[in-house]
């Protein structure tokens, strides 16, 4: 991983440079097809914020000849990704299930033989912290290398007191170390443990009486997710536990309507959740009242993609109500093991009838604005972190059009090279 300060640099004459300029909210209908694209562009970064981005030679113009250069000639500029919904921390993989689906099972019949989720908790309580720590850390430059230079990670797979908190201080210690940045999510409410299956409501009490208060207390999670569907959890015990979060200074995410319509996207909405992820299952009549709400929709084709289902999530009908779209990973071991948010770009045009523009505004400008993040990254524009990715491509659409190929040349962190494949090619060949 290269990691690089330069105090001043000047990207010129990129084919194309993608903004992302705009109203500073998440945007919506129309929108979404607006990327405030500059033809033969320019960026100027100083320190680690943009300080210019323009045509090159008006940027350029009254720049002094000792600045650093950078000829992005045939290269795409844009924001670095966002990826939005993550599970990045854990232990294994599910390489037998993913066999398993291939010879006709499905990923509800290995979950009731003890599958699934469940499988990759044994595991990860299995490993010690730091060994999570070392794997997640590993996984971390697959997304550097496609792009992504911010991104939410979720507990999950701890589901104890002890074993949550424990995932938790992992994605800590990761986003301290950088140079990708981490938003934490307490998702102990992924599903019942074995343990508890005789009780459920005692685990309920243990997140409510116990996690919640220390998360709160070591200020460990920003976030608290619940998955709420068929062999997870109700709306009923969602409710009571996204109360509960929300009491203790947590902003809210829900897994909604991805396996069976459960009535999470309207919870997500009446209790002003900022996202309602997955939808695979989602009515009318819940797009209306997520619109209505100002839910912020993560749609996740990585899912289906990888589970071999055809009932996406319905894309067209979220932004013609005027629901924000955010396309995001779900990077996990049992349904989504990418870290490519090229390839979702991909899915997204092709199974989910979105145009290449709204899926990097999806992936970009509405993701960080998911995260509360907007005001700073998602965007080119001066005073933001100077947070982008050059692609090999002399046209933006080539990014999803390429699908399966990682056309990322370099990334940039906070004004800081962070990844320079063409450098990684030359040391590998040394």
Not at 183 to 202: F, I, K, M, N, Q
Not at 299 to 328: S, T
Request: aromatic residues 6%; hydrophobic residues 45%; negative net charge.
């Amino acid at each position: 991983m290269v990691e690089q300060r330069l105090r001043s640099l000047f990207i010129h004459s990129a084919a194309q440079v993608v903004t992302l300029a705009g109203p500073r909210r998440p945007r919506v209908g129309r929108e979404m097809e607006e990327l405030g694209l500059i033809e033969n562009g320019a960026v100027l970064i100083e320190g680690d914020i943009v300080a210019a981005v323009g045509p090159a030679d008006e940027v350029a113009a009254a720049l002094p000849d000792t600045v650093k250069r950078w000829d992005a000639r045939g290269l795409v500029v844009l924001p670095g990704f966002v990826d939005a919904h993550t599970h990045l921390v854990f232990a294994g993989d599910r390489v037998q299930e993913f066999e398993l689906r291939a010879r006709g099972l499905s990923y509800e019949e290995i979950a009731h033989r003890g599958g699934g989720i469940r499988t990759t908790v044994r595991q990860t309580r299995a490993a010690s912290e730091d060994e999570l720590f070392e794997l997640a850390r590993h996984r971390l430059r697959w997304f550097l290398a496609h792009g992504t230079t911010t991104l939410e990670v979720k507990s999950g797979y701890g589901l104890s007191r002890q074993e949550e908190v424990k995932l938790l201080r992992v994605i800590r210690r990761l986003q301290q170390e950088g140079p990708l940045e981490i938003v934490l999510t307490l998702l102990a409410a992924h599903v019942v443990p074995e343990e508890y299956e005789a009780d459920r409501s005692a685990y309920l009490r243990m997140i409510i009486e116990e996690l919640l208060p220390d998360v709160a207390r070591e200020g460990l999670a920003e976030y608290h997710d619940v998955f709420c569907d068929v062999g997870a959890f109700t709306v009923e015990e969602a409710r009571i536990l996204m109360e509960a979060a929300r009491a203790h200074g947590l902003k809210l995410r829900v897994h909604a309507e991805q396996l069976a319509h459960t009535g999470a996207a309207r919870l997500a909405a009446e209790l002003g959740a900022r996202t309602a992820d997955h939808l695979d299952r989602v009515t009318e009549a819940d797009i209306a009242a997520l619109a209505e709400a100002g839910v912020m929709a993560v749609l996740l084709p990585g899912a289906c993609f990888h589970l071999g289902r055809r009932d996406y999530p319905p894309a067209r009908k979220l932004i013609e109500a005027g629901v924000p779209v955010v396309l995001a990973t779900d990077f996990n071991p049992g349904t989504s093991p990418t870290p490519s948010m090229p390839m979702i770009l991909a899915l997204a045009c092709t199974q989910m009838g979105m145009t290449p523009a709204e899926a990097i505004t999806a992936a970009t400008i509405n993701a960080a604005y998911s995260l509360d993040r907007g005001h700073r990254v998602g965007s080119l524009e001066v005073g933001k972190q100077a947070d982008l990715i050059l692609c090999e491509a002399s046209d933006y659409r080539h990014i999803p059009y390429f699908f399966g190929v990682n056309l990322v040349r370099a990334v940039f962190k906070r004004g800081r090279l962070v990844y320079d494949r063409a450098r990684e090619e030359q040391a590998f060949r040394e």
